[in-house]
Every structure is written in structure tokens, then in C-alpha cells.
């Protein structure tokens, strides 16, 4: 018998706001977001990497219980993420800049 997890295909409503501090100078930024399912429920202890394309560097972090995540001082630039969970089919995002 699946898991009811597995009926629903992973779709990840990345909800991301990449935020830069004030200065005009600024090297780093912070993305986050929270991962949700296909009916709208968080997704927590689900794993998001950001990978920098241009670098290949990955950072990766661990959903909270409110299905949120935060990646802090990450270097500007193109980042691709990925978020897996067991029970789901894996989500990668396009291409996203900060």
C-alpha cells in the first residue's frame, strides 16, 4: 500500500524572498521560503539545497516545523534549488538570482 504521501506529487511552493541588507555594496543575501505539498500543507524536516551555478557550491538546510527555511550569507548570484523528503518525488527549481 503507498503511502499517502506518495499520491500527491511533490510540488514545492517555494515561497522565496531573497533579501538583501541595505547597502548598495552588499556581497551576500539570504534566501528563504517554505516548502508545502500539492494541497497546501508546510513540509517540515524536508532537506533544500541551493546550489550556486556559477561555482557549483551548495548549501543546504533542513525544513523547520513550520516547513520554513533560511539560508544566510549566501554569496550574490544564480542559484538552482532542490528539496527532497521520503514519501515525495523530488522538486528543483529554475533558476534564481540574488
Known amino acids: 500500500m503507498a503511502k499517502k504521501t506518495q499520491q500527491f506529487s511533490w ?3 517555494v515561497l522565496l524572498s531573497l533579501v538583501a541588507a541595505s547597502s548598495w555594496a552588499q556581497s551576500t543575501a539570504t534566501l528563504q ?3 508545502t505539498d500539492s494541497q497546501g500543507a508546510i ?3 524536508a532537506s533544500v539545497t541551493a546550489t550556486n551555478e556559477a561555482t557549483g557550491v551548495q ?3 533542513i525544513t523547520d516545523s513550520a516547513g ?3 539560508m544566510a550569507a549566501l554569496p550574490v548570484g544564480s542559484y538552482r534549488l532542490d528539496a527532497r523528503l521520503a514519501g515525495f518525488q523530488p522538486w528543483r527549481s529554475r533558476r534564481r538570482s540574488c
Open 11 to 13: 510540488l514545492c511552493t
Open 59 to 61: 548549501r543546504a538546510v
Open 33 to 35: 521560503g517554505t516548502v
Open 43 to 45: 513540509v517540515p524536516g
Open 68 to 70: 520554513h527555511y533560511q
